[in-house]
């Protein structure tokens, strides 16, 4: 689905790119897109937001549990910041969003590993 | 490199974080490269399970770039496995590789898995003399297949030409193919030795005239007379510099699990199977020792002319015998640039033409330290 086409006032879900790397570096969070070759560094509300973006969580409900608590901002204008925000990272290819649940990879790195099934 | 990524490369330098580590999957290769610094057989590579608690920790570390290389990484079967546990810890993956395993399949795979760009090794356009470096007869049309099957896939690749008396003669037919596949181009005019010591591939180095020639094409250097000027002297902020980023924000893994502070810096300072990737990046005493130098501390480069401009390379200084000596591959380079010698080849030239008592080879780190300190106290006196 493309930005443009969640529309306003919609419910909007967000997700990680597959496509993405990132780590903590102090306190920011780096960012690189595969597809732009580009290095972003994120601000806290941006880290927050990238790190909620599960695919199964509605952005409302991110900016009410995550952002409105830390940042102490009116619900209203916490929720506007935050699909701007969202549309302008998925326009590089760092979030995806959609009015619908996104799916996200099976693999999770943190599951045991399979014993191997090749002898080298 | 971007000025936010040397930023970020500041700023992890700043917080004690090991911002890049190249972790070699395999020494074993379909190719038999002619100057290669590596001993092909297996003698006991990590596991899958290992790679994958490797990552983890790499990952809790605060590792950002992540460089798969070999040997051939495609020759382990759990490649792929490893690639995709890699992306899930969101590390900025890059490859390197000779390509001639990827096909159609594999670049779309690679394309899905995010992977940041692949580095191809390419020795000449021309078949007759890539194949005769690799040993390998078609290799060239395989791996020039691959960059187009990955070019179509949208991935950025490399193509990588290190350049030596074989191929000397061919970078600019290698430079054209770049751009006509549509990958980037990069020249490496450096031989090295093995990783156990032996030196004897450094005779396939491009002689001095070669690299003359090359330090003055302005294709590579932009301006020529610029790029061979005579040195500045070292002033005190290049006296206090740190002499390149391993071991400071790099560091290397090798297929056995062996933490050096980086390919060319074969001074073990721990092994990732017995001890936790962090704790060897705080803790080594190897690489307490590495991070102290400055430029300063370097007997004969600290006197050189070259010194703040020579790419004094501390992992091939090392393998001469002392990490705070010069490295004379590097020597050869700054003389090729500028026609100016070094106080290493200026010393070596004045030294009595007398077989050398001392073959600094396959000496142990330890043994080559202190050969090299009584050399300098020998010389003093």
């Known amino acids: ?101 996104i799916p996200q990879p099976g693999f999770s790195p943190r599951q045991p590993a399979p014993q191997e099934a090749v002898k080298r | 490199m971007s000025v936010l990524m040397q930023e970020m490369s500041e700023r992890a330098l700043r917080l004690g974080v090991p911002f890049s580590v190249q972790l070699d999957l395999t020494y074993r290769c379909n190719e038999q490269c002619v100057h290669c610094y590596l001993d092909h ?27 798969l290389s070999g040997g051939e990484i495609f020759m382990r079967k759990d490649f792929f496995e490893i690639l995709e546990c890699a992306r899930a810890f969101t590390f900025c993956v890059k490859l390197k590789t000779n390509a001639v395993l990827i096909r159609e399949a594999q670049a779309a795979r690679l394309r899905e898995l995010g992977v940041q760009s692949i580095q191809i090794s390419i020795y000449s356009h021309r078949p007759e003399v ?29 193509m990588a030409n290190v350049l030596m008396s074989e191929n000397m003669q061919d970078h600019h037919g290698v430079r054209r193919l770049a751009e006509e596949l549509g990958a980037d181009y990069t020249l490496d005019p450096t031989i090295t030795p093995m990783m156990d010591g032996d030196r004897s591939v450094l005779k396939l180095n491009a002689g001095e005239s070669a690299l003359r020639e090359l ?109 705070r000596g010069p490295s004379t591959l590097d020597c050869e380079k700054s003389y090729a640039r500028t026609g100016i010698p070094s106080n290493n080849l200026l010393a070596k030239k004045n030294a009595p033409s007398v077989p050398r008592l001392v073959q600094i080879q396959v000496v142990p780190a330890i043994m080559g330290n202190r050969l090299s300190r009584l050399g300098s106290a020998v010389g003093a006196a």
């Open chain 1, 1 to 101: 689905m493309t930005v443009e086409s969640v529309k306003m006032n919609k419910t909007m879900y967000v997700a990680r790119s597959p496509r993405i790397a990132a780590r903590m570096l102090g306190e920011e969070m780096l960012v690189m897109s595969a597809q732009e070759s580009t290095l972003f560094t994120l601000n806290p509300t941006a880290t927050i937001l990238w790190q909620a973006a599960d695919g199964a969580t509605p952005l409302d409900e991110i900016v009410g549990r995550r952002i409105c608590s830390e940042f102490e901002v009116p619900p209203e204008e916490a929720m506007r910041d935050a699909e701007a925000l969202a549309r302008d990272l998925a326009n590089h290819g760092i979030l995806l969003i959609s009015e619908e649940p």
């Open chain 2, 41 to 67: 057989d297996d003698h006991g590579e990590m596991t899958t399970v290992e790679i994958k608690r490797l990552l983890e920790e790499m990952a809790e570390a605060g590792v950002f770039i992540l460089t």
């Open chain 2, 130 to 158: 890539h194949d005769a470096i690799t040993k390998v007869q078609g290799s060239l049309r395989r791996s020039i297949d691959a960059i187009r099957f990955l070019k179509s896939q949208g991935i950025k690749v490399i």
């Open chain 2, 215 to 323: 330090f003055r094409d302005e294709a590579y250097v932009g301006n020529a007379e610029e790029f061979c000027a005579p040195p500045p002297s070292p002033d005190e902020n290049s006296m206090a510099s740190l002499p390149c980023s391993a071991g400071h924000t790099a560091c290397y893994v090798s297929p056995y699990g062996e933490f050096y502070p980086c390919v060319q810096f074969p001074l073990s300072c721990g092994n990732v199977r017995q001890q936790r990737f962090l704790d060897i990046w705080r803790d080594s005493a190897q690489l307490k020792e590495v991070r102290a130098i400055r430029l300063r501390d370097l007997s004969s480069c600290s006197q050189c002319a070259h010194g703040s401009t020579c790419s004094r390379c501390p992992g091939l200084a090392f393998m001469e015998g002392n990490m």
